[in-house]
């Protein structure tokens, strides 16, 4: 069983930053898939920053990509979100989820389904 919990979310203005946080528990020993996800009200949850832990090979959706960096430090056993110039779109609740590297590719690594370990996820909310 992983816990993962997410911290860091918040209110700012339209441009500003973010970083989340999202602490493993226990922390992947083999490459494992870590993914920030976010779910707007009345919205699909949707992928944002995918990262394997192993290679640190990283994949962003086209919407935050410049814009959010995902990172590690398995020495804090956390998974980071940087989330930069952000936009009243990034408003939603984001997640954090793990599964294990085989479970997803390029083909699949947003899809919710993919992943078995959720964190209760942390408010953001980007005003203009």
């Known amino acids: 069983q992983v816990d993962l919990v997410e911290s860091g979310g918040g209110s700012v203005q339209a441009g500003g930053s973010l970083r989340l946080s999202c602490v493993v528990s226990p922390y992947p020993r083999s490459s494992n898939a870590i993914t920030w996800f976010r779910q707007a009200p009345g919205k699909e949850r949707e992928g944002v920053a995918f990262?394997?832990?192993?290679?640190?090979?990283?994949y962003y959706a086209d919407s935050v990509l410049g814009r959010f960096t995902i990172s590690q430090d398995s020495a804090r056993n956390t998974v980071y979100l940087q989330m930069d110039n952000l936009e009243p779109e990034d408003t939603a609740m984001y997640y954090c989820?793990?599964?294990?590297?085989?479970?997803?590719?390029?083909?699949?690594?947003?899809?919710?389904?993919?992943?078995?370990?959720w964190g209760q996820g942390t408010q953001v909310t980007v005003s203009s």
């Open positions: 990262l394997y832990t192993g290679s640190g090979i990283t």
């Open positions: 989820a793990t599964t294990f590297w085989s479970r997803v590719g390029p083909q699949n690594w947003f899809q919710p389904a993919k992943y078995n370990s």
